[in-house]
């Protein structure tokens, strides 16, 4: 069972949830969302927007920042939904569960947090209900929303020679507002950087079928695993990972395959998130690549 207790926090009630050396902060006056996640007593990795401290109640959409669940394609109507309102919050077994109620739509979130202590960690499922009467498609998407000053890290595919493989192997998904000659990205060879600064919004699409993605800040190593399943159909061209960036924050997300959710069912996306401390960000392509993957092999999803 995680440890759990209440605490206040930026405005908020929160549970507050210690695995090892990290803590996870998730509000109960609104959301679900995971608004705090870092070492005990360390930095916040996640952003807070200033302007939604706090608040609660109401019936816009507010952008709080943390971690939280949505539903992909990305529409204003069914995504946007306002997440003001307290959440149910329960243990059931080993994992912390905090609860949306349902929306107009019908559809109800659901976030589950275990601990991974031996690893300064935390596994989450993350669960979509259509608790309405009609079927709805959808794919489950999870963003996290990483505070300022840090650099998101995602691998390319591995490199096979054209002599070995025809096909392509390595989908990259561009928005329109996408600029590749911005300074903030590195397209290495095994590696893609995309640095957060105060310049204008950014994000690229991508499959990365190594499951996991990073974010660099504080002198340490946030590491995000997520599924590839080969031959699903994923939103967005086929997208099972996304960041986005802007002035003041940067995302880490990860998406699940497109599934016509039937009334009465459910359809879930696994997460799970580690803490490295006195993490050095090697400019060497070669260096930071192995790093990265060695890493991820030795935490699981």
Not at 69 to 77: K, N, S, Y
């Amino acid at each position: 069972m995680v440890p759990m207790e209440e605490v206040l926090f930026e405005g908020w009630r929160c549970a507050r949830l210690v695995s090892g050396n990290t803590e996870a902060f998730v509000t109960l006056d609104v959301g679900p969302r995971v608004i705090r996640y870092g070492f005990v007593g360390g930095p916040n990795f996640m952003h807070v927007a200033p302007e939604t401290k706090g608040l609660k109640g109401g019936s816009e959409y507010r952008s709080y920042g943390g971690h939280r669940l949505w539903i992909a394609p990305e529409d204003w109507e069914r995504t946007y939904v306002p997440e003001n309102e307290p959440v149910e919050v329960a243990q059931d077994g080993d994992a912390a569960v905090f609860r949306s109620d349902p929306d107009r739509w019908g559809i109800q979130k659901e976030i589950r947090l275990t601990a991974r202590p031996e690893l300064d960690g935390f596994g989450l499922l993350h669960v979509i209900h259509n608790r309405g009467s009609k079927a709805v498609e959808l794919a489950p998407w999870c963003l996290t929303v990483m505070g300022p000053g840090g650099v998101c890290l995602f691998p390319q595919a591995p490199f096979v020679p054209h002599s070995e493989d025809f096909l392509p192997a390595r989908p990259l998904v561009l928005w329109g507002y996408t600029n590749m000659q911005d300074p903030r990205w590195t397209w290495g060879r095994r590696v893609i950087r995309l640095r957060q600064d105060a310049l204008p919004p950014q994000k690229v699409g991508a499959q990365v079928s190594q499951g996991y993605a990073a974010y660099a800040n504080h002198g340490a190593l946030f590491l995000k695993r997520f599924p590839f399943e080969q031959g699903a159909r994923y939103p967005d061209f086929g997208c099972n990972f996304e960041t986005f960036t802007r002035e003041d924050m940067l995302e880490v997300e990860s998406l699940g395959p497109l599934t016509t959710l039937e009334p009465g069912t459910s359809v879930e996306l696994r997460e799970a998130w580690y803490l490295v401390g006195g993490f050095e960000l090697a400019e060497e392509e070669d260096r930071l690549a192995d790093t990265l993957d060695g890493l991820a092999s030795t935490r699981p999803l």
